[in-house]
């Protein structure tokens, strides 16, 4: 029998594997890697192991036939490399598939994506479905058929892997879930200089003296040689035809920044890779009554709506952008609509603070985002009054958030934020300037994933991808236009206390520790 020496990748697959063996699940994992670092052949591998000495049925599924042959081809090859004693005898050999004579009675299949019905009609144990970010059609579809055809038995494997292909779509939807913990599927990324055979020698001696910026940032950020440089660069120039963007696709250096967009994006990329990303603390925020008058506490809770970077500090002034979903369940394209959002920044530093994030009634919601910008000292306001923005402002000026704290438009004589085809590209635009100038720092890397897939379309109107959201995108923009239009001096304690004092007195209410029908969806 002919040693299977596994490489550094693959001993990383082979402990994840035996983690879930050990936990007694089901082994399900998705896999976002580079080109050719030997996923394939690892999975490949497992299965013919599986469908001999287990006693399964497996199926390969690819993006097209080509591809889906080759991949089976991996597998054909290990059991031609068995020792004769080892090798079961075979019903059926071809490039579509391998059957096993008794008393194995194993197969392992051939199928493409482009058959929607594939593995329908059978029951199978082991699956492994490669480029699914590739796959043409409706890949949900294809992949919904293959999975129900695998039980959920712990001595099942089902395997999605690829390249990434841009944002959205059904890969990175089961990406993002499984980074979430919200599947079954655990998510693996593979940096492509985590493979040793991604260096090249270094002759020139002034090489390390001409990096340039992007060399110099991932140099420090991921503790990268000179010679694994030395082959960015020459991987740049001769496998991607010295195209960035494709480079980060095909040879990721992290996970965020291999779903690039599809177009051209309208926030610069070096900036985004280098925003300071930090795990917050999430929690709600409730109402209390103190000796000096009412006031606003935070509960941590792991499941609550509000994600926390930055506690309110006494005397700071902050500003708060308000993007408020429209109320319907899909708009003309299909999408699922916006969530409601609420972004807030320290207005001297211009670095986010707090993220409120879900779906809300526009009530709630209105109550929500007062407690919010009473918490950050009466964060100055924006509220986008498009739909039920306008219902977010009225309860929150019903709920006593003082007007001299909420923006106003000047030009429409009208309360709140008005995004229109003017302010919108006004808005827009200064982001980019921020993001680019590092003037706004972004904590949260679900505000950073929708930066990358603001794009511009075809008409050359920048926005979300299909299948893509911007609602983290637009409160950013809002909040960073109230920079601008804040007041220099903050609503003053007393007046505070006073306003509210009267507010409270002059009836009764009772908000929610947390939304009764909202749901975060951060």
């Known amino acids: 029998m002919t040693p299977f020496l596994l490489n550094v990748i693959q001993q990383r697959l082979e402990t994840v594997l035996h983690k879930q063996t050990k936990a007694e699940k089901p082994i399900r994992l998705i896999i976002l890697k580079p080109r050719r670092v030997g996923n394939s052949t690892w999975v490949q591998g497992r299965l013919i192991h599986k469908c001999i000495y287990e006693k399964g049925d497996g199926m390969v599924v690819a993006h097209d036939l080509d591809s889906a042959e080759y991949i089976f ?49 059978l029951t199978l144990q082991y699956l492994h479905c490669s480029e699914v970010a590739w796959w043409e059609g409706d890949p949900k579809q294809t992949a919904t058929g293959l999975m129900s055809a695998v039980s959920n038995s712990p001595k099942t494997m089902i395997v999605l892997e690829s390249t990434a292909n841009g944002q959205g779509g059904y890969f990175y939807d089961e990406w993002l879930k499984a980074v979430a913990g919200k599947s079954d599927f655990e998510a693996v990324f593979f940096a492509w200089h985590e493979f040793p055979a991604y260096a090249l020698r270094v002759i020139d001696p002034t090489f390390g003296a001409s990096l340039s910026p992007r060399e110099l940032q991932m140099q420090q950020k991921h503790g990268l040689s000179l010679e694994q440089l030395a082959w960015y660069r020459w991987a740049l120039e001769n496998k991607c035809q010295g195209d960035e963007m494709l480079m980060r696709q095909e040879y ?66 902050y500003v708060l952008g308000t993007d408020v979903a429209l109320g319907i369940a899909k708009d003309d394209s299909g999408r699922k609509h916006d969530y409601s959002c609420s972004a807030v920044l320290d207005k001297r530093t211009g670095r986010q603070v707090a993220l409120l994030h879900g779906h809300f009634e526009p009530d709630e919601f209105g109550h929500l985002n007062a407690l919010l910008g009473e918490w950050y000292n009466f964060a100055f306001s924006g509220i986008e009054v498009i739909g039920s923005g306008e219902t977010v402002f009225s309860v929150m000026k019903a709920d006593g958030y003082p007007m001299r704290a909420l923006y106003a438009d000047p030009e429409a004589n009208r309360p709140g934020w008005n995004t229109n085809v003017k302010t919108r590209a006004i808005m827009v ?45 637009i409160a950013l923009g809002i909040a960073w236009q109230m920079i601008k239009h804040a007041p220099s001096e903050p609503v003053s304690e007393q007046s505070r206390a006073r306003q509210l004092r009267v507010q409270v007195g002059e009836r009764e209410r009772s908000l929610p520790e947390r939304p009764s029908r909202g749901r975060s969806g951060y």
């Open 73 to 121: 081809g991996i597998g054909k090859l290990f059991y031609d490399l068995l020792d004769v004693p080892e090798r079961p005898a075979l019903v059926r050999d071809t490039t579509r598939g391998l059957r096993f004579k008794a008393p194995h009675f194993g197969s392992l299949l051939v199928d493409t994506s482009k058959n929607v019905r594939a593995g329908r009609s």
């Open 252 to 317: 990721p250096s992290s996970a965020d920044e291999a779903f690039i967009a599809t177009g051209r994006p309208r926030f610069d990329a070096y900036a985004l890779d280098g925003m300071p990303i930090l795990e917050p603390v999430r929690g709600v925020l409730r109402r209390v009554d103190r000796i000096y008058g009412p006031g606003v506490e935070f509960v941590s809770d792991p499941y609550g709506w509000l994600a926390v970077w930055q506690r309110p500090q006494p005397h700071a002034s």
């Open 429 to 473: 635009d200064d982001l980019a300037q921020a993001i680019r100038e590092r003037s706004v720092l972004i904590h949260d890397m679900q505000t950073v994933m929708e930066c990358r897939s603001f794009a511009f379309n075809k008409r050359g109107k920048p926005e979300a991808i299909s299948s893509c959201f911007d609602d983290r995108v």
